[in-house]
């Protein structure tokens, strides 16, 4: 089955860090970059970061540069995005979603998973 | 950075109008441009790419055009399912999306 599950949100101090993982299954990994989208409650989606199939290449939002570190461990089929320096403003649902690679060498994001919860909040 | 311009931020229909949603860019981004429809409590879906090709099982009511940096998603014969809200996406190396378009029932 194809699919995307986020897991390791929470409610979390402004300050502290997280991990976000996204457990990828039923297609190959290692073909795809794949991206962070987050969304805050009742808002638009923010592009957050994106890491080729190999990690040679990452890209942040400025909103998260130097904050966020975007990961993945091909061996095991997953991606990571390690978040610190929460701000409240950084609440959201936070999508991990893969880049599709028949629409030539856009970032379209054709496989999306249901999300984590990411609230900051004292 | 490369902003995206939507609009309306929302339209009121009914079953079987066309919709029209325009989407601005800040700077060229030639067709990398993608929409995507999102249902309420849902993930985003994946619509158009390329400004104007329809993704693979995407019913052909839904089309897309460019004029320079102008986009536009059209819906024609606006069905129950379409109720959503929309947002266009450059597809740069450094994508942004558009404020959204929520489609409500007039």
């Known amino acids: 089955q194809v699919q995307l599950v986020e897991s390791g949100g929470g409610v979390v101090q402004p ?9 990828v299954s039923g297609f190959t990994f290692t073909r795809y970059a794949m991206h962070w989208v987050r969304q805050a409650p009742g808002k638009g989606l923010e592009w957050v970061a994106v890491t080729s199939f190999d990690e040679s290449n990452k890209y942040y939002a400025d909103s998260v540069k130097g904050r966020f570190t975007v990961s993945r461990d091909n061996s095991k089929n997953m991606l990571y995005l390690q978040v610190n320096s929460l701000r409240p403003e950084d609440t959201a649902l936070y999508y991990c979603a893969r880049q599709g690679d028949y629409y030539g060498s856009g970032s379209y994001l054709d496989l999306w998973g249901q999300g984590t ?6 | 950075d490369i902003q995206m311009t939507q609009s309306p931020s929302s339209v009121s229909a009914s079953v079987g109008d066309t919709v029209t949603i325009t989407c601005r860019a800040s700077h060229d981004v030639s067709t ?33 055009s460019r004029s320079g940096t102008d986009f536009t998603l059209t819906i024609s014969s606006l069905q129950p399912e ?7 996406k450059q597809a740069t190396t450094f994508p942004s999306f558009g404020g959204g378009t929520k489609v409500e029932f007039k």
């Open chain 2, 32 to 64: 990398w441009l993608a929409w995507y429809q999102q249902q309420p409590g849902k993930a985003p879906k994946f619509l158009i790419y390329g400004a104007t090709s329809l993704r693979s099982g995407v019913p052909s009511r839904f089309s897309g």
């Open chain 1, 117 to 122: 919860l990411v609230t900051v909040s004292s």
């Open chain 2, 82 to 88: 379409d109720f959503a809200t929309y947002y266009c």
């Open chain 1, 15 to 23: 300050g502290r860090s997280l991990r976000l993982s996204c457990a």
